[in-house]
């Protein structure tokens, strides 16, 4: 346990509790751009091809200097040089946390316990682009001979969120020939749906699941398999001439998985040779550019793929070596903690101004929530501050017309990410093109609309009727980060993940949490194996408490009615 001093004992923690009751009380934005306008420009940050604008936040240079020591005092930067190292910086499972090396260049040398993991991460890669490239060539065929033109992925959580996203962000990338589809939930349903209108003898199904435990995932591949013999049916016996379990082939020419634990992929039928490997210094949620990546690898190429590493490289080397007050993921983390801990923000809206990126901020759900949803410090310790922010989001300008009423004129502080691009992707209609420019002038009016708001004598000079005016005014103050790249490629939704993932580490740095550990998510697991057999046989449970019983008790009766 180390002896620093808990994060709010802190001086730099109380100066920034006094500059927040202090100075910055009754901080307005309108006065804060009138008295330095020079800040639009000076409080920008680059990193790769993000231009990111912080000038819409309720701080001041004192503000940034005393986050800066606060950042400091964490000794932020140790914490993130221990991690490129390779040190076991997640200490509730001993485990190192090196999704950086999934994206190291070929020569460069990340070491486990002595031993450099970057060539087995390339070795796999390569396995993994030359099995997307006989499946795209059509070279790798079904059990009975027919292309392969359907790939349908199931995992969940981080063996679902990061290519599920990605497949929609980088669709104009994506081999339009390809039906890829992503089945996660238990509920039937979901792969009901996903393979009603496929032909068995022409899809492939990626299992991914680091642990290959998961029951969502295993129960859903059970399933898959099932379908798939099924609908095989005499296809499903061996080829004519070809000796063994005509199921066993079946599922070796449909099936492969993407995992760390090969015994229990051999166990589950799958044919070790076509599993591709990860390994447990990769956390689930931060799993996205190692073997997991393999339907998107499929759908857009390895050449494709390769860039998207190539873009969070950038900003690894970015977070690595840029000065703190340079430093992208430094200051967003350093906002993200401004708000939460001294403006009492619970939550942090994250709006991307592109349709391709509709499951981006479901995505970061899991990176931020599932690493810092946290109440208890590395020391053991229960926190005294408030830690990760309920994160969430949909694509503007969709949100403008549902929730934005709440940004504008609610009661509560929701800081918010504003990510635009500067040109519309590639191959698109021109007049669908052009109407770019209309959704980039929502995404400048609402940041300007948030921060500046509109008062009230602005609204009486409008003509407004007296009793209606406190209703149409706009106190603004709302802050706003603005994301701008010059398009969605490849490269840039790398650079964007990238960001993300290192704010949300630097956030877990200064308030002291593991961020790579998610034990609040065993629990309800454990339930529900320990309520399934009172749903599925009436068996009695020991121990269920009252509430539930009588919801299970209902739940059967109607079942069963
Ligand atoms: O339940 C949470 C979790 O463990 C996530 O962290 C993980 O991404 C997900 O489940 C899926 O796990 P697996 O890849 O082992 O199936």
């Known amino acids: 346990m180390s002896d620093a001093p808990r994060l709010n004992r802190r001086p730099e923690w109380a100066e920034l509790g006094d500059h927040r009751a202090g100075p ?259 956390g689930g949620r931060y799993s996205f550019d190692s073997a997991i990546g393999l339907s998107l690898m499929i759908a857009i190429g390895p050449d494709r793929f390769r860039e998207l590493l190539d873009g969070f490289r950038t900003i690894d080397e970015h977070f690595r070596t840029a000065p703190p007050q340079a430093n992208a993921p430094l200051l967003l983390g350093l906002l993200g903690v401004w708000y939460g801990d001294f403006f009492d923000a619970q939550s942090h809206a994250v709006l991307p101004y592109s349709h391709y990126l509709s499951r981006f901020t479901a995505y970061l759900q899991q990176l931020d929530m599932e690493s810092n949803g946290k109440q208890v410090g590395r020391d053991g310790l229960p926190v005294e501050w408030q830690t990760g922010p309920v994160v969430w989001g949909t694509p503007g300008t969709n949100g403008q017309h549902a929730y934005y009423q709440l940004l504008h004129q609610g009661t509560k502080t929701v800081p918010a990410d504003l990510i635009g691009f500067a040109r519309p992707v590639a191959g698109m209609e021109p007049e669908l093109a052009a109407q770019h420019d209309l959704l980039m002038a929502n995404l400048f009016a609402q940041g300007q609309a948030l921060a500046f708001g509109k008062t009230a004598e602005e609204v009486r000079a ?64 454990v339930l529900a194996k320990r309520v399934e057999p009172a749903l599925t046989d009436g068996a009695d449970v020991p121990g269920l408490d009252p509430s539930t019983a009588a919801l299970v008790a209902a739940y059967r009766a109607l079942r069963d009615t």
Do not use: C
Request: aromatic share 8%; net charge negative; glycine share 8%.
């Open 24 to 282: 910055m009380l009754h901080a307005s934005l309108r006065e804060l751009f009138a008295a330095d306008p020079g800040r639009a420009e000076r409080y920008v940050v680059r990193a790769g091809d993000l231009r990111i604008d912080y000038s819409k936040h309720l701080i001041t240079d004192e503000t940034l200097a005393l986050l800066l020591e606060l950042a400091a005092a964490t000794d932020v930067f140790g914490q993130r040089d221990a991690m490129f190292r390779g040190e076991r910086v997640n200490i509730t499972e001993d485990r190192a946390v090196l999704h950086t090396a999934l994206r190291a260049p070929r020569d460069a040398v990340v070491e486990v316990d002595g031993e450099n993991v970057v060539p087995a991460v390339h070795a796999v890669l390569d396995r993994m682009a030359a099995f997307a490239e006989r499946v795209r060539s059509g070279e790798w065929t079904g059990h009975t001979g027919r292309r392969i033109r359907n790939v349908v992925n199931i995992g969940i959580g981080g063996s679902d969120l990061g290519p599920a996203m990605a497949y929609e962000a980088l669709r104009a990338y994506t081999d339009r020939s390809l039906t890829v589809r992503f089945v996660s939930n238990v509920d039937g349903a979901d792969l009901h749906e996903a393979v009603r209108d496929l032909d068995p003898a022409e899809t492939l199904f990626v299992v991914a699941s680091k642990t290959f435990t998961t029951i969502e995932t295993i129960t859903n591949a059970t399933s898959a398999r099932s379908w798939l013999l099924r609908g095989l049916g005499d296809g499903g016996a061996a080829p004519s001439g070809d000796a063994g379990s005509g199921a066993e082939k079946a599922v070796a020419r449909h099936f492969v998985a993407l995992s760390t634990n090969a015994e229990k992929v051999a166990g589950f039928g799958i044919d070790p040779d076509n599993m591709f490997e990860f390994w447990d210094w990769v």
């Open 462 to 525: 409008e003509g407004v009727p007296e009793e209606q005016v406190p209703h149409r005014t706009f106190h603004g103050n709302r802050p706003t980060t603005t994301v701008l790249a010059p398009e969605l490629t490849p490269s840039v939704l790398g650079q964007l993940i990238a960001l993300y993932e290192h704010k949300v580490f630097v956030q877990g740095a200064i308030w002291n949490i593991d961020s790579f550990d998610q034990w609040g998510v065993e629990l309800g697991k």
